[in-house]
């Protein structure tokens, strides 16, 4: 079919019907610096003005007394500070670099089916990674009930999940609903854009120019998940930031991984207003019939979402032809 194949290369000069495709594509623009080297500048950059810069000036602007600072105050820092040290350094960087934004940040409206096949994909990994979650916290619980060693180790990190779990918690809690609309812009809307822009779009994008898709979009997870400071979580947000990264890539727009991150958030968002102050994952877990449980889970989960990620790649093999 040359005619519809023409057409198609049209439309999307970037074919790639497998994830781990090396072809690249031809792009009209050269960046002033090494591609790679733009993706580390957007890493340390959004780190360095996001987690230090922001973190600063919150701390100045509240006198060095977060624990009481109003709340509502703390949100409305929060979502400048995802904004100014997030998404704007993103665009410009892709500005400054590669002259045309729009060439690194592809903002494409999906179709329905698309987002409907990756929201599959994300309802199905959401219980997933809660269940290797509890395994895993099983296990480190016995390794540190056996090892001093293990144990001072799991005490610095319960002190920061507690510490990072008593921030978003006090971000979370709304006593009305417009104050609930609130905290999703802030928690879910906001981050959902901002960091899929920095991460999904300049970064990975970057790394792409050099580096094979697949493993630009690991390496962009992985700093994703280190960039989150959740210890007990960081493999969990390692898997769903490659997930965000494989969504960006395959369907060639960021709505797509805007659209599950937001799911994402606000998924936790609504389970933590129906748990309420309850931890959503316990860090001391010594239940082995919860154990086996789990285990039987995690696998029937994994084979479903092996599932969904073929579907999906099946469905954009069939439509680069059409």
Same mark, same amino acid.
Request: proline share 5%; no cysteine; net charge negative.
């Given at each position: 079919?040359?005619?519809?194949?023409?057409? +198609?290369?049209?439309?999307?000069?970037?074919?790639?019907?497998?994830?781990?495709?090396?072809?690249? $594509? *031809?792009?009209?623009?050269?960046?002033?610096?090494?591609?790679?080297?733009?993706?580390?500048?957007?890493?340390?950059?959004?780190?360095?003005?996001? =987690?230090?810069?922001?973190?600063?000036?919150?701390?100045?602007?509240?006198?060095?007394?977060?624990?009481?600072?109003?709340?509502?105050?703390?949100?409305?820092?929060?979502?400048?500070?995802?904004?100014?040290?997030?998404?704007? !350094?993103?665009?410009?960087?892709?500005?400054?670099?590669?002259?045309?934004?729009?060439?690194?940040?592809?903002?494409?409206?999906?179709?329905?089916?698309?987002?409907?096949?990756? $929201?599959?994909?994300?309802?199905?990994?959401?219980?997933?990674?809660?269940?290797?979650?509890?395994? =895993?916290?099983?296990?480190?619980? =016995?390794?540190?009930?056996? $090892?001093?060693?293990?144990?001072? *180790?799991?005490?610095?990190?319960?002190?920061?999940?507690?510490?990072?779990?008593?921030?978003?918690?006090?971000?979370?809690?709304?006593?009305?609903?417009?104050?609930?609309?609130?905290?999703?812009?802030?928690?879910?809307?906001?981050?959902? *854009?901002?960091?899929? *822009?920095?991460?999904?779009?300049?970064?990975?994008?970057?790394?792409?120019?050099?580096?094979?898709?697949?493993?630009?979009?690991?390496?962009?997870? @992985?700093?994703?998940?280190?960039?989150?400071?959740?210890?007990?979580?960081?493999?969990?947000?390692?898997?769903?930031?490659?997930?965000?990264?494989?969504?960006?890539?395959? +369907?060639?727009?960021?709505?797509? !991984?805007?659209?599950?991150?937001?799911?994402?958030?606000?998924?936790?968002?609504?389970?933590?207003?129906?748990?309420?102050?309850?931890?959503?994952?316990?860090?001391?877990?010594?239940?082995?019939?919860?154990?086996?449980?789990?285990?039987?889970?995690?696998?029937?989960?994994?084979?479903?979402?092996?599932?969904? @990620?073929?579907?999906?790649?099946?469905?954009? $093999? &069939?439509? &680069?032809? @059409?």
């Amino acid at each position: 079919m040359p005619d519809s194949e023409n057409n +198609s290369n049209q439309e999307n000069p970037e074919t790639r019907p497998d994830f781990n495709n090396n072809r690249r $594509s *031809v792009h009209d623009t050269y960046p002033l610096i090494s591609p790679i080297a733009a993706a580390f500048l957007g890493l340390i950059g959004g780190f360095f003005l996001y =987690q230090f810069i922001g973190g600063i000036l919150t701390l100045l602007i509240f006198d060095f007394d977060i624990d009481n600072a109003p709340v509502n105050s703390l949100r409305l820092m929060t979502m400048a500070g995802q904004i100014l040290f997030i998404l704007l !350094p993103a665009l410009l960087f892709a500005k400054w670099i590669y002259g045309d934004v729009s060439d690194i940040i592809s903002i494409k409206m999906p179709k329905w089916i698309e987002l409907a096949l990756f $929201s599959a994909g994300i309802i199905i990994l959401t219980p997933l990674l809660q269940s290797y979650l509890y395994i =895993q916290n099983f296990f480190i619980e =016995q390794l540190a009930a056996n $090892s001093e060693m293990v144990k001072s *180790v799991k005490s610095f990190f319960d002190s920061l999940n507690e510490l990072v779990e008593k921030t978003y918690g006090n971000m979370l809690k709304a006593d009305s609903v417009p104050e609930m609309f609130l905290v999703i812009l802030i928690i879910a809307v906001v981050p959902a *854009v901002s960091e899929e *822009v920095m991460f999904r779009g300049y970064i990975q994008k970057s790394f792409e120019f050099r580096i094979k898709p697949f493993w630009a979009a690991l390496i962009t997870a @992985i700093f994703f998940g280190l960039y989150h400071f959740n210890p007990y979580g960081l493999l969990p947000l390692i898997a769903l930031g490659f997930y965000f990264g494989f969504a960006a890539y395959i +369907s060639k727009s960021l709505i797509v !991984p805007m659209f599950l991150h937001f799911l994402n958030n606000f998924g936790a968002i609504m389970l933590y207003y129906i748990i309420g102050d309850d931890e959503l994952i316990n860090t001391n877990v010594t239940d082995s019939a919860g154990l086996e449980s789990n285990i039987t889970l995690f696998f029937i989960l994994s084979l479903l979402f092996t599932i969904i @990620i073929l579907v999906i790649k099946k469905y954009y $093999s &069939k439509i &680069k032809f @059409i």
